[in-house]
């Protein structure tokens, strides 16, 4: 079982690293859904054994306790993935939010070549450091200017993502517009499960808006002039004690 | 407790499933066996019993419905998938391809045993099917070569006398050839005959309707 724990939690790292959002949250769902389905199977299996002429008390016994192994492994999936939204505060740093944002492009250059969007990216110059889990907010990133890029896949041409970087009072706001179609239901969009993507799971935005909010910032949608969508993220420029 | 004239083998990479199917199938008194992967399961030596195979899709060296494919040409038991992301079109392919039931985990008692239960009823009718095939094979490979003459044009309906004159012999002879096919193929009646020479697939080159047919 340990086993399986710490092959779970390299699987878990490794697509933290690596993978978007939506593959992380498929491997999310796949973790708790193999010790759910022991449990569920283990709890028929003990049913059985209660109900049997005479009841096999032994065997029921040695069920409940895998139904209590697995279930417990099952919380634990859910654990660690809230320390790795909310809790983890050890991995900030104070860093440029350019120097993230640089790195991500790169990442991005060949998917952007292959959907023909061309970035531009805008930044002020002379933008304090912030304390920021530098993978998280470029796993936001990578979500937000993703989603911007598929969006744009309906128009033929002229497709640009832009990436704007400024400082409005005591933050530092991030925006990244398309212009593809728009959005239909800005409020819903960032609810775990909404999706309009054949293949998506609807974690992307819930949890970028959840790494986001865990750094003290917001995360919200408007409408892009002349048309698309602009997603905007703040990060605070004084780190805030967490409570 | 469990009953030894049938068997159930389980292919998940996950050791938890493989305990709590095992259990669950204990608890319906039906033994298990369990492989971690496609390939283990492939070698292992196997039980020769009616069976049914529960195969996870996602497995860790060859996709399920990949290895249903391979195993497809030889006897093999009859396949209940199990996924943890049930997709319409493996479904799809895999019930084409033959399978029992695709179950999305978790999946409920029920479903999991009605499944079994059919994939070894089919099993055992698959298996009753073949044995009677070996031992039809077995009795017609002991006709005489002029027995293997009458039988297609006996099963074909000609009259005795049609038959004789279709082989040029009398049709005395004819009848005692036509006695030793059925009683050598252990067939009740000429009914029974013209079912197995169905069975084999033995072509019927004549029909009464034609008459005599080309000498």
């Known amino acids: 079982m340990q086993g399986t724990l710490r092959e779970a939690q390299e699987k878990l790292a490794r697509a933290t690293q690596a993978a978007s959002l939506a593959e992380l949250s498929a491997s999310v769902a796949h973790e708790v859904n193999q010790p759910l389905a022991a449990v569920v199977a283990n709890a028929h299996a003990c049913q059985r054994w209660l109900t049997a002429e005479p009841p096999n008390l032994e065997r029921a016994q040695k069920t409940v306790e895998r139904i209590i192994r697995d279930a417990n492994a099952a919380a634990d999936v859910v654990s660690r993935i809230r320390a790795l939204f909310r809790q983890s505060t050890d991995a900030r740093v104070f860093a440029a939010l350019e120097g993230a944002i640089a790195e991500v492009r790169n990442l991005m250059a060949e998917e952007a070549s292959r959907h023909h969007v061309q970035i531009d990216v805008e930044i002020e110059s002379d933008l304090p450091p912030v304390a920021l889990d530098r993978v998280q907010i470029q796993q936001v990133l990578i979500n937000l200017m993703r989603n911007g890029m598929e969006a744009m896949d309906t128009i033929a041409d002229d497709k640009v993502l832009a990436v704007r970087v400024r400082r409005m009072a005591d933050m530092i706001q991030t925006e990244i517009s398309d212009c593809g179609p728009g959005i239909a239901f800005p409020d819903r969009m960032f609810e775990p499960f909404y999706t309009t993507k054949e293949q998506g799971m609807g974690m992307g935005l819930a949890i970028c808006r959840s790494i986001v909010e865990s750094h003290g910032g917001r995360l919200w949608a408007e409408k892009n002039e002349p048309r698309g969508a602009a997603f905007i993220f703040t990060l605070p420029i004084e780190m805030r004690s967490a409570s | ?215």
């Open chain 2, 1 to 215: 407790m469990t009953t030894d004239d049938h068997v159930v083998f389980v292919v998940d990479d996950d050791a938890r499933i493989r305990e709590a199917l095992s259990e669950l199938l204990e608890s319906h008194g039906i033994r298990a066996v369990t492989f971690g992967s496609a390939g283990e399961y492939v070698r292992a030596d196997k039980p020769d019993l009616p069976s049914s195979l529960i195969l996870d899709v996602e497995l860790p060296d060859i996709n399920g419905l990949d290895l249903q494919k391979q195993i497809a040409d030889g006897d093999h038991p009859p396949v209940i998938f199990i996924t943890g992301h049930g997709d319409i079109p493996s479904s799809v392919r895999a019930i084409k391809d033959g399978a029992v039931d695709f179950l999305t985990k978790p999946f409920s008692d029920d479903d999991l045993m009605r499944a079994v239960r059919t994939g070894l009823a089919q099993d055992r009718e698959a298996r009753l099917e073949r044995a009677e095939m070996t031992a039809l094979q077995e009795r017609y490979s002991v006709l005489t070569p002029r027995e293997r003459d009458v039988l297609p044009l006996v099963v074909s309906g000609l009259l005795n006398k049609q038959a004789a004159a279709e082989l040029g012999i009398s049709e005395v002879t004819l009848q005692i050839h036509r006695r030793n096919v059925l009683q050598k193929m252990g067939a009740a009646s000429l009914a029974d005959l013209v079912r197995m020479a169905e069975k084999l697939q033995i072509p019927i080159t004549h029909s009464r309707r034609a008459g005599k047919g080309e000498p």
